[in-house]
């Protein structure tokens, strides 16, 4: 299982880093059409409705036809090398701060580093970690993900130059707190509910039904995603606005732009112009990609520590010391 077990461990962090690294790259790819979507909700003042005839995007079918009309198939993948740094960034320096965390709780407290509380705390402050490191690209990808055609930044190396020109070093650090405040909540619940899952799994699974492990982490991953995200969504919103800012110009295809003074102004006018409802745009293929990307990444972290422990010690079928 995810976390610190002073009974059946044979991963090191740095072998917890290159599994998360790798479990991040490999679900980056399969989910970056649902990010794209839910990002150019996210960004949508107009209400997302047919009724609505100056909204670009009205649902996740009529979405995904118009992107592809418009922009062709590579629109799915927009961004996706900032993208790729960043999942593979975050995932290496989340499990690897996870794991660190986890044993130094063991290591310094009574409580046990297998606890859900524990996986909570741990699982929050590591994504805060996390986060700092990788701000600045996950900056740039939602950038990339927003813009339209034509195309404001050709490529990596001129948005990075672009960006620090024109609007400052600072930029590259927007939506960084609210980021902050949702991603402690986010991710801490992930790990908890991924913790509480597994637990019930092992209780109410029969010993002879215990072969699919690798289906159980997917399942699990897939239901905490779902739970964390609906909870903190908001959050995610206020930060994606405040993230292109300065990018109006890019984004005027897209229907109306809003300028923002920061978080509580971001979410005021949010409120004033789209109602409660605003704080909820894209939730839709946002609970698809939180499934998805929260099973997968679980899923394949477990598996990747899996063939780690198999590599090291192949006779052994357990998590021990190598």
């Known amino acids: ?20 690294s790798a479990s991040g790259l490999v679900t980056r790819v399969l989910i970056s059409p649902l990010d794209v979507l839910k990002i150019r909700f996210q960004l949508q003042i107009e209400q997302l409705s047919s009724r609505n005839p100056t909204a670009k995007y009205h649902g996740i079918l009529q979405a995904v036809q118009r992107i592809f009309r418009e922009e062709g198939l590579g629109a799915f993948w927009k961004g996706h090398v900032p ?40 699982g929050g402050l590591a994504a805060c970690t996390a986060t700092v490191a990788v701000q600045p690209v ?5 950038r990339f993900a927003a813009q339209g055609e034509p195309k404001i930044y050709p490529n990596l190396r001129h948005a990075i130059v672009t960006m620090y020109q024109t609007e400052g070093p600072r930029t590259f650090y927007r939506g960084l707190t609210p980021t902050l405040i949702a991603i402690f909540p986010y991710a801490g619940l992930q790990f908890f509910f991924y913790n509480i899952l597994q637990q019930f799994s092992e209780w109410a699974i029969p010993a002879e039904g215990k072969k699919g492990g690798n289906i159980k982490n997917l399942v699990c991953g897939s239901c905490a995603g779902i739970i964390s995200k609906t909870l903190t969504y908001p959050l995610d919103v206020v930060k994606k606005r405040l993230q292109v800012g300065g990018f109006e110009h890019g984004r005027a295809a897209f229907g109306q732009v809003r300028t923002y003074r920061g978080f509580l102004d971001c979410m005021r006018q949010i409120m004033q112009e789209e109602g409660s409802g605003g704080f909820f745009k894209g939730l839709s293929p946002s609970l698809l990609k939180a499934a998805f990307s929260t099973g997968l990444v679980f899923f394949w972290y477990e598996l990747f520590c899996s063939l780690l422990c198999t590599l090291k010690t192949p006779n052994s079928t357990g998590r021990k010391e190598g």
Request: hydrophobic share 45%.
């Open 1 to 20: 299982m995810v976390g610190y077990d002073p009974e059946a461990k044979c991963v090191s962090t740095v072998e917890a880093a290159a599994a998360g």
């Open 83 to 122: 993208a790729q740094f960043l999942s593979v960034g975050y995932g290496a320096v989340q499990f690897m701060a996870f794991e660190s965390l986890t044993e130094l709780v063991h290591n310094v407290t009574s409580y046990s580093a297998r606890g859900s509380f524990v996986h909570l705390v741990c």
């Open 138 to 142: 996950d900056t740039l990808r939602t």
